[in-house]
């Protein structure tokens, strides 16, 4: 063969074999590259979420309130003498807006009386009218009948003008609410001991609220009251009666809740002779469960007051937008405690102002004084004819 041949074989076979070599190196490199890569995703199921963390109070959060509120005793109050004191209204103020108010919120029974003695026929539907508006504002139905009788009479006499109708009318409602009656509060000191007025009524129609109010008005009468907290049933009559009386400068005398009411009406007399007061003002229980409880209840307390001194008042509060409900218990206390005056709380809000002249014919004894609203020196002397003329919308 000749060499020619032989050297062309050999540089073909050194050409095959790095080729083959190149091969096997490039997919090695393949695999090994391969190797480092990460394994693909595989479809599962998604891990659990993490509900977000609950918030924690931080220094402008609200403290949580898992403990028991701090009670007016636990309170740091101002020391005696240091505390701000409210001045409360003058009497004469409180008979101003007593008009006012009254004139606003009862006059649409007024103008209702006066379109139907103002027609120009005032036949008998007339009268039943006037009859039945007078009942529907709770002036009751034996007062209604003497009020239309008296004013038949002295319209058809006197005539049926506009002014004299008015006159009539007013005339007619103020002896209707009857001005003899004796409206003044016993507060006067006797033999050196301070005069003792309880009060009494159902819970819910502001009995203790009237309490704070009253001595509100004692105190702008320059009167030294001390309030006795004989509500023990409900902490919070003791506590907001102290509060009356932190914000006029009266002392509030308290027991324990559920405490004796007797034994803490004893001590708050008992206060009042040592600080030589002119007023004690008793905040008593207001439940009526049933009319025995409730008798051996305001018995005891009245005959344990008078171990030291008489009563001088027993005012009777009731709700005027109750109408015959208060009615109803009007009678309840008549026949426990000797009442002597009655409070109307809310007359402000009713239309029916002729619950003045129901509940005095029913106990016998005078409303003393009006709730004309929810401000602190909103209860007022009741006077006859400021209530006439706020019916009729007088306001001179």
Request: aromatic content about 2%; proline content about 6%; cysteine-free.
């Amino acid at each position: 063969m000749p060499l020619e041949y032989v050297y062309l074989i050999i540089a073909i076979a050194v050409v095959a074999v790095g080729g083959a070599v190149g091969l096997v190196t490039s997919r090695l490199g393949r695999r090994g590259r391969s190797r480092t890569l990460e394994p693909p995703t595989q479809p599962g199921p998604r891990p659990p979420v993490e509900p977000p963390a609950e918030p924690r109070v931080g220094e402008d959060a609200e403290t949580p309130r898992d403990t028991a509120t701090r009670t007016v005793e636990d309170a740091d109050l101002p020391a005696t003498g240091t505390a701000t004191v409210e001045v409360p209204e003058s009497t004469a103020s409180r008979l101003v807006r007593l008009r006012q108010r009254l004139a606003r919120s009862q006059s649409p029974l007024g103008r209702g009386l006066l379109a139907l003695l103002s027609r120009d026929v005032v036949d008998e539907d007339t009268w039943e009218e006037i009859e039945d508006t007078l009942i529907t504002a709770d002036v009751g139905v034996a007062p209604a009948q003497e009020l239309v009788a008296r004013l038949r009479t002295r319209v058809r006499v006197e005539g049926s003008t506009s002014a004299s109708v008015q006159d009539i009318l007013r005339e007619e409602l103020v002896t209707l609410v009857d001005p003899t009656l004796d409206r003044s509060l016993s507060v006067e000191r006797r033999d050196g001991k301070p005069a003792v007025v309880l009060v009494v009524g159902v819970n819910g129609t502001g009995k203790t609220t009237t309490v704070g109010k009253l001595a509100r008005v004692l105190v702008s009468q320059d009167k030294q009251v001390v309030l006795g907290a004989a509500d023990t049933f409900r902490a919070a009559a003791a506590d907001q009666l102290t509060t009356w009386g932190e914000r006029v400068g009266v002392p509030a005398v308290r027991g324990p809740e559920g405490s004796d009411p007797a034994s803490v009406a004893f001590e708050a007399v008992k206060a009042g002779v040592e600080q030589e007061a002119d007023v004690v003002l008793v905040d008593t229980a207001g439940r009526l469960q049933n009319k025995a409880g409730l008798m051996d209840e305001l018995g005891k307390v009245k005959r344990v007051v008078e171990k030291q001194t008489p009563v001088s008042e027993v005012l009777l509060v009731l709700d005027a937008t109750t109408g015959q409900n208060g009615l109803q218990q009007a009678r309840v206390f008549r026949d426990v405690v000797a009442v002597t005056g009655i409070v109307l709380t809310k007359l402000d809000g009713s239309a029916k102002g002729g619950i003045v002249v129901a509940v005095q014919r029913e106990l016998g004894v005078p409303v003393k004084l009006v709730g004309i609203g929810e401000g602190a020196d909103d209860l007022a002397p009741f006077d006859p004819e400021a209530f006439a003329d706020a019916l009729l919308g007088i306001t001179g």
